[in-house]
């Protein structure tokens, strides 16, 4: 039987993430055993939270030292040993970064039957449900207020923005260099955004923020955080949906201005992570599928082909260079 | 006519507040204005917050040097150039740090008819009423969860974890000094108190709240904030009530762990002014007022005798020897 191509996690980073931390590797393809499923992986998704897991416990446990690099996919079942999935059945799994997997049937999700397949993983996965939940359900949005969106060229900010210019409110990203901020503005109809690389973000933030911040959706901590606090109205609220900018070697260092700012202002900082909102999930794919539908929602997909350019894929996402969602292909849509 | 003793802001303090910024001046007695009421100062809150209003703008605009020294009191009604009042009425009114005030008459709130006046200092003014919104309504307390308190002997702390108790709540408080923390649980009721100068807060935390820390009440910020987040469950709730460690020339700097902390465990920090629940008001004062009543609430108060007295009683309270609402008694109760 064939192998089964792995990317193990061979190091830990102590600073930034590098190709050498990582090993590609050829195992037995695995068997599964009874419930479980032997999964094929389609696509691959990849996130800054991916190199959070690295460092320690999260929301999940840790990536250790010569694990299969952990990461969530989009796989197709090609033997099922669970009653409720046949063969073809399209699934999203943490298969990590592997060609196949065998997984219980319960730690799986069915997908739903849409095309294009990449829409599963970006407008109407996780990155479409973290910016529908987080804008929506978090920190809510009013018409006529005005949002901030930091990391807004990526997977998520570049729909939070979206849909909060959906919504009525003035929409004002921040974002790595000119040109990715003309193209938020130009493509994603942003109203501005703002160079953190060039300009001063505080004053930027006051010129394009005339009457203050209402919501922050804050994707990468450190400086545009401690700015945005700044600039926050009273009874602002700010989701709390990363912190991107502490990830790759960082410093592991708050804002000034917390707590002092979070009294006096009366804001209301709350995390999540997008499994919070199950619930909710159904409202949250039938509006994205119909934005996405009509035009309203620009879906900007960044896909890298082949299993073995997921270290470099990821370790470019963390500085940036990708505009929207970013996922691997692993293997060709079926059927 | 008689002088009006005033205490002065004579200069901002860069470091620590010293008796040396304030200066006490016979002034003129102030002449109301129509629409105006004399005020004669009774009782003259002490409050951490005041060593921030010297700072800059919060919640309320800054003292400026040469400023009468601005806080709450509660008030007789001397003269009357208003419709509303009479003389003999009590009002709460920022009167600041003097004999006499003349005020708009909208300016300020009548007090309910309560004996001891102090009460409606302690119990039954800002600091009764920020310890109840501040847990009930911001962040709330089930039965059953773990509440940790800091400043826990201080006029709002000594409230909160007793409301908590009163609630069924797991109640641990944080205070400086072994004898106080003794204090805290013998007099107040708490099921322990860490004392922040001679333990290992973290290490205490974790002994004390075995299940993890639901809710935090803030009032200091700094490491105590920066050791609860680490403690806090996932979607535990932070009161954000002051960062009084930071106000006495404390460094303005946030805890490490912000946001991504808030991120992973998907916790919720809001910040909070009493004023801000005005409408749930009555609710407070009755609840607060039977509690005290039947002996449910034990009311603490320091009160110090005369103005003169209160640089030293203000200095003394950021240093942490109070217990309980510490005021200062300017007038003899009328009547």
Known sequence: MADNTQILLRERPKGKLEE??????????????????????????????????????????????????????????????APDYSPGDLVFAESGWQEY???DARAVGRAPDHRPLTHLISVLGVAGKTAYHGLLDVSGIEAGETLLVSAAAGSVGSLVGQIGKLKGARVVGVAGGPEKCGWVVDTLGFDACIDYKGEDVSAAIAEHCPRGVDVYFDNVGGAVLQAALFAMNDHGRISCCGA??????????????????????????????????ADRDAEAERDLAAWAADGRLVVVEDVIEGLENAPRGLIGLLAGENRGKRMIRVAPDPR
Chains 1, 2 share one sequence.
């Not at 696509?43 to 010569?66: F, H, I, P």
């Not at 070697?249 to 992570?273: N, S, Y």
């Open 20 to 81: 050498s931390h990582f090993e590609l590797r050829q195992a037995p393809m695995p068997v599964p055993s009874d419930g479980q499923l032997l999964l094929r992986t389609i696509l691959l998704s990849q996130d800054a939270a991916n190199r959070a897991w690295m460092q320690g416990a999260t929301y999940k446990s840790a990536v250790e030292e010569g694990d299969v690099m952990h990461g969530y996919a989009l796989s197709e079942v090609v033997e099922s040993r």
């Open 101 to 103: 997997a065998a997984l």
């Open 244 to 277: 991107v900018s502490m990830y790759d070697g960082g410093p592991l260092t708050g804002p000034v201005g917390v707590p002092g700012l979070i009294v006096i202002k009366r804001l209301r900082l709350e995390g999540f992570i997008v499994s919070d909102f």
